[in-house]
């Protein structure tokens, strides 16, 4: 009985979000920019913040809001966090009054659209449509893969994003991902891509992970467009998913009238979010490379590569498990295994899944000394402490449900 209460409490919350939301657009008539992608929206969504904010009024949420909640939250409000019980009463009523005394209201949304199953996309599009689409990354395993058939099929779901927009819109398209450019026929939309390879409308050229006396400072590259580029630098942000994020706000920089100068000033205020790609001291005067809040094959792949480049005594692995991939489990698992035994000199496996991590890495021929496994976060902190020394750098990096978080918690010197 309490379950079907709360079952259908959630059900009139919902539609009230909905509408409210559907109420605010029509009323305040905003533009709508919205992100989707397997990897890297939330990088996307704050870079792109970051050009326009200067030029525009923007409103974007920090926080992970992308489903059938959190999305109507952007749109109603600058809400960061849902917090006491009369939170959404008090979210519902100034909504509604919103609507009907006019108040200020940006100009432009920047929302992300998290699509784990079926439909969902369809859902969050019956709330607000966007002007201008962005697809980051799908890849060969995508998130959530396992609640569909396959990757073809999670790229069609991701694609009615684009599939939405006017002939007058645009479709921001990740040009080095065949995934994503397989869907650009679906689109009426003007399409603009961004990458790094040779043929991509906005391109990253020159890309280099900066470093300071084997500090990692951050990373430098250019953007061209059009025959002509810009330098970037970012400060204390790593990897090329932040090349490809200012990329994506590049190009939709440019289709809201900014020049590269303009765009490049804009990515100077770009941070990423916390636990993405952060880099922070360790205990014993070592490095975190700090990624745990989210895990795919994608961005794991990636996480490694940033170790690889990354100048240390010893580098050193602590991977958890890659949750909702379904039937690519063990294979998935099994690769990144692999991947990690040629980048990193010590490997923590944490949980039930990242047990194929181990064997993968010691199939692939790492020594059985340096590969340890673990069952849950509240196991490996002290012992990654333990092994530690001056001059290694640590990813940690798993799906959020592994909470790693506590692992980096445990080791870092602050």
């Not at 904010?53 to 923007?58: D, N």
């Not at 409000?77 to 939170?87: A, L, S, T």
């Not at 990757?151 to 040009?175: D, H, M, Q, R, T």
Request: charged share 25%; aromatic share 10%; with cysteine.
């Amino acid at each position: 009985m309490k379950i079907q209460l709360k079952e259908t409490l959630l059900k009139i919350l919902r539609w009230k979000l909905k509408e409210l939301s559907k109420l605010t657009i029509w009323r305040y008539r905003p533009g709508i920019i919205g992100i989707t992608g397997s990897v890297g929206k939330t990088s996307a969504k704050l870079a792109i913040a970051s050009v326009l904010e200067g030029e525009r009024s923007v409103r974007y949420s920090r926080a992970n809001f992308n489903n059938e909640l959190g999305l109507p939250l952007t749109i109603l409000g600058n809400y960061e966090k849902i917090e006491g019980m009369f939170f959404w009463p008090k979210v519902i009523f100034k909504a509604f009054w919103n609507v009907i005394l006019k108040k200020d209201y940006p100009e432009i949304l920047i929302l992300e659209y998290g699509v784990d199953n079926l439909g969902d996309m369809k859902y969050l599009l019956s709330i607000a449509k966007p002007n201008v689409s962005v697809i980051t990354t799908v890849g060969e395993i995508p998130a959530h893969v396992e609640h569909y058939s396959g990757p073809e099929e999670v790229a069609k779901e991701k694609a009615k994003l684009i599939e939405s927009l006017p002939a007058a819109g645009f479709a921001v398209l990740n040009y080095d991902d065949e995934t994503v450019m397989d869907v650009k026929e679906r689109t009426r939309a003007h399409v603009v891509t961004f990458g790094f390879e040779k043929g991509a409308a906005v391109r990253v050229t020159g890309f280099e992970e900066r470093h300071e006396s084997e500090r990692p400072i951050g990373v430098s590259f250019k953007i061209e467009y059009g025959g002509s580029f810009v330098p970037v630098r970012l400060d204390g942000a790593y990897g090329r998913t932040q090349g490809y994020a200012s990329a994506a706000a590049a190009a939709v920089g440019l289709i809201f009238g900014l020049n590269l100068v303009k765009i490049s000033a804009g990515l100077e205020k770009y941070a990423p979010a916390e636990h993405r790609m952060n880099i922070i001291p360790g205990v014993k005067y070592t490095y975190i490379l700090d990624d745990c809040y989210n895990a795919s094959p994608q961005s794991v792949y990636a996480a490694l590569d940033v170790l690889r480049e990354m100048p240390a005594k010893r580098r050193i692995a602590v991977l958890g498990d890659m949750l909702e991939i379904g039937k690519y489990t063990m294979q998935a698992h099994e690769k990144v295994g692999a991947i990690a035994s040629k980048v990193t000199d010590i490997l923590f496996a944490v949980g039930p899944r990242a047990k194929f991590i181990a064997e993968g890495a010691r199939a692939a021929g790492m020594p059985k000394r340096n590969v340890y496994e673990f069952d849950t976060a509240d196991e490996v902190g002290a012992a990654v402490q333990d092994i530690m020394k001056k001059g290694d750098i640590v990813l940690v990096k798993g799906s959020h449900a592994m909470q790693l978080d506590k692992v980096v918690e445990e080791i870092k010197s602050f």
